[in-house]
């Protein structure tokens, strides 16, 4: 962990496809913020619908002092009772919407009459296939030899790292379109749009055990 944190800082590490992941960057940024305010808890809006390593997450997650995560070493979570006790340097993720599913997102958006960016509705987008994903066209994310691009109607079931966050295909333009497609699907959210998730089955545990949030 601490030889990663002394690559960011010295500029040596090199991301060297669009599959790979800047969660190395974002990890030393939130742990230094976290040691600089001494901070005993960080929330965040992980679901366990998400993707597979979120499925073992607790709704209290424990790290240790250098902000990793052993899935191996959670704590129970019994009867809505949490162990918060933590000791100096060690900190607590918390997830208060840990057992909420993306249809759970969307109905709470349409009952509210949520405004949210018009990235997450269907819109046309210049993209490319790559694999078994869509890529939006960008100045960081060009065609490789070989590659089409073409312009589909897509939309974002969740945005990231633009160099690694895909859309999927849809006509879906309103909540209600978008809560009838949800119904249907059958691929996890992040399984579907995060290229850096689909590198291996245990890709996102492995950063969260690098300090990711």
């Known amino acids: 962990m601490r ?6 800082r010295k500029g040596t590490v090199v991301l060297k496809s669009a599959t790979q992941s800047r969660n190395v960057f974002q990890s030393v940024t939130l742990l230094e913020t976290i040691a600089e305010f001494g901070f005993d808890a960080c929330m965040g ?18 790290r240790d002092e250098f902000g990793q995560w052993d899935p191996k070493n959670q704590r129970p979570e019994l009867w809505d009772i949490y162990n918060t006790r933590v000791h100096a340097g060690e900190n607590i993720r918390v997830f208060p919407i840990s057992n909420w599913t993306e249809m759970d997102i969307w109905e709470y958006i349409g009952r509210e009459k949520l405004h949210i960016p018009n990235i997450y509705f269907a819109h046309e987008r210049e993209v490319i296939r790559r694999g078994a994903s869509v890529i939006p066209v960008s100045h960081l994310v060009q065609p490789k ?5 073409e312009v589909l109607s897509v939309r974002f079931r969740t945005v990231g790292d633009m160099t690694c966050t895909a859309p999927v295909e849809s006509a879906a333009r309103t909540v209600d379109e978008i809560i009838e497609e949800t119904a249907t699907t ?18 996102m545990e492995l950063r969260k055990k690098e300090g990711y949030f």
């Open 3 to 8: 030889s990663l944190e002394d690559s960011i």
């Open 45 to 62: 809006g992980a679901r366990r619908d998400e993707e597979k390593s979120r499925a073992k997450e607790r709704i209290f997650s424990f």
């Open 145 to 149: 030899p070989g590659e089409k691009v």
């Open 186 to 203: 059958r691929v996890t959210e992040r399984g579907a749009t995060r290229m850096d998730d689909q590198t291996s089955e245990a890709s």
